[in-house]
């Protein structure tokens, strides 16, 4: 069964500094992986995708991630963080049952941005 | 380009009380449509989804019901209202593997039962 585990509940950074958001996952598959983001009372939004091309996806906002299948990992990454950044960023996976298109999402992280 | 809707975006209702909410997408024909709830600081917990119309499977058994009458239209519902039917309830679309799995999400509807 496919299942992804965030690793941080919450993350403080102050602003300027990098951001560093721990996704590993498990899957039986070559998986598809999504990061997505939900400011307070806001639906989610897409930041960035991998489909099983590039191992280096490059997002919306400046935020990347690297999927290392060796590692099982697909974590976040920005450069420099923005007090705008401050949200709840969620790991997924597709759950692999074909058209469905069911996803499976982690427990989200919290992201504080200090200023 | 392709939007989705929902409404209300907030409700408060009485326990016991009829719910109906409401999901529409525009600009795109078929999607998968799904229904998720968000309690207060949890994740997302999928509840409904359809691959077309009358199509409904459901993924956690509840006092909650929905239904796809159109394409685009998706529908949550209770005829009763628990305590525990409160939260972020949010409608998504996607097209599966046609466009890799992404799903995207509407703005959200707060369902507050008192």
């Known amino acids: 069964a496919q299942s992804v585990t965030q690793l941080d509940s919450h993350v403080s950074v102050s602003e300027g500094t990098p951001v560093l958001l721990r996704c590993n996952y498990s899957?039986?598959?070559?998986?598809?992986l999504f990061w997505y983001v939900q400011h307070p009372n806001k639906g989610l939004q897409l930041l960035l995708k991998y489909t099983s091309a590039a191992t280096l996806v490059k997002g919306i906002n400046g935020f990347e991630a690297e999927f290392k299948k060796s590692e099982t990992s697909f974590h976040l990454t920005k450069p420099s963080a923005h007090m705008s950044d401050a949200a709840e960023y969620f790991c997924v996976v597709n759950d692999g049952s074909g058209n469905t298109g069911k996803l499976i999402f982690g427990q989200g992280t919290t992201l504080q941005v200090k200023p | 380009s392709q939007t989705i809707h929902q409404w209300p975006a907030t409700l408060v209702q009485p326990v016991g009380s009829p719910l109906s909410l409401e999901c529409t997408v525009e600009g795109t024909s078929n999607p998968n449509l799904y229904w998720y709830r968000q309690a207060a600081g949890r994740g997302l917990q999928l509840l409904f989804y359809?691959?077309?119309?009358?199509?409904i499977s459901s993924e956690v058994p509840q006092n909650l019901s929905a239904s796809r009458p159109q394409d685009r239209q998706f529908i949550l519902s209770s005829k009763k209202l628990l305590l525990s039917d409160s939260g972020f309830y949010l409608c998504a679309w996607g097209l599966g593997v046609v466009r890799g799995y992404e799903q995207y999400f509407g703005p959200g509807t707060r369902l507050t039962v008192t």
């Open positions: 359809s691959v077309g119309i009358g199509q």
């Open positions: 899957s039986s598959y070559s998986p598809s």
